[in-house]
Nanobody, 120 residues
């Protein structure tokens, strides 16, 4: 089971940007589908973006054109760039690693989460 550690959350004004990073353990990181999920208070956890071992990507409709997921297998890192942030993007963001594509909810290993708050 891969261990995941997220960083980069915080408080940002609407229209601002944040960069979330997730570092995974082990030497088979490159074979995992990596994803970012988020959970807002009172809501179910949802997929935000995912990237396969072959760098195929998938985004939630609500973030297309604003968020970008990328990976650096040499550094065991997956990054989520969040631009043009909106208050409705406020949530705890979780990094996920799983085998297979497309990414499926409630599968694989999870990080501890990082809070993103968008507010003026």
């Amino acid at each position: 089971q891969v261990q995941l550690v997220e960083s980069g959350g915080g408080l940002v004004q609407p229209g601002g940007s944040l960069r979330l990073s997730c570092v995974g353990s082990g030497n088979i990181f490159r074979y995992y589908t990596m994803g970012w999920y988020r959970q807002a208070p009172g809501k179910q956890r949802e997929l935000v973006a995912a990237i396969s071992s072959g760098s195929n990507t998938n985004y939630a409709d609500s973030v297309k054109g604003r968020f970008t997921i990328s990976r650096d297998n040499a550094k065991n890192t997956v990054v989520l760039q969040l631009n043009s942030l909106k208050p409705e993007d406020t949530a705890v963001y979780y990094c996920n690693a799983q085998v297979g594509w497309p990414a499926r909810p409630d599968f694989g290993s999870w990080g501890q989460g990082t809070q993103v708050t968008v507010s003026s």
